[in-house]
């Protein structure tokens, strides 16, 4: 599916967003478990 132009697909993009939203997340409490201080 195009996602430029007029090709855009909400469900792609809220699907896009919420993976990249969710790797965020995980990588933030695999860094807070570790005790690694985000600056």
């Known amino acids: 599916r195009l ?3 007029t090709g855009y697909d909400p469900v792609d993009l809220a699907a896009y967003a919420a993976g990249v939203l969710l790797v965020l997340l995980v ?12 600056s």
């Open 3 to 5: 996602l430029l132009g």
């Open 27 to 38: 990588d933030r409490l695999l860094q807070v478990g570790r005790g690694i201080e985000v």
